[in-house]
């Protein structure tokens, strides 16, 4: 029931801008860290960002100075990414920290959304 939802990937000359967004849906008791993964072909998953539900962020060196991650009251967390490189071309995915519910409180797991693709020609 609960869910990730991500929009925004796309093919990006370098030096150009792309904005990711990431929605949570279903049965949401609460939400705290939220964040982007990415993984390029041949590579582990690693992390780009995250960002607590009191507005902490939290970068990877390499985009520190480029991406800029944020969230709204409204269970959705975007990615800003700027002056992208050939670098930065992988799967990107959202995840979160969810406690499941309505009425009752489950237990907190991480969720992951289905994955989208950028990728930065030179």
């Known amino acids: 029931q609960v869910q990730l939802v991500e929009s925004g990937g796309g093919l990006v000359q370098a030096g150009g801008s792309l904005r990711l967004s990431c929605a949570a849906s279903g049965s949401i008791f609460s939400i705290n860290t939220m964040g982007w993964y990415r993984q390029a072909p041949g590579s582990q998953r690693a992390l780009v960002a995250t960002?607590?539900?009191?507005?902490?962020t939290n970068y990877t060196d390499s985009v520190k100075d480029r991406f800029t991650i944020s969230r709204d009251s409204a269970k959705t967390v975007y990615l800003q990414m700027n002056s992208l490189k050939p670098e930065d071309t992988a799967v990107y995915y959202c995840?979160?920290?969810?406690?499941?519910?309505?009425?009752?409180?489950?237990?907190?797991?991480?969720?992951w959304g289905q994955g989208t693709q950028v990728t930065v020609s030179s």
């Open positions: 960002i607590t539900s009191g507005g902490k």
């Open positions: 995840y979160a920290l969810i406690t499941p519910g309505q009425l009752w409180r489950g237990m907190t797991n991480a969720y």
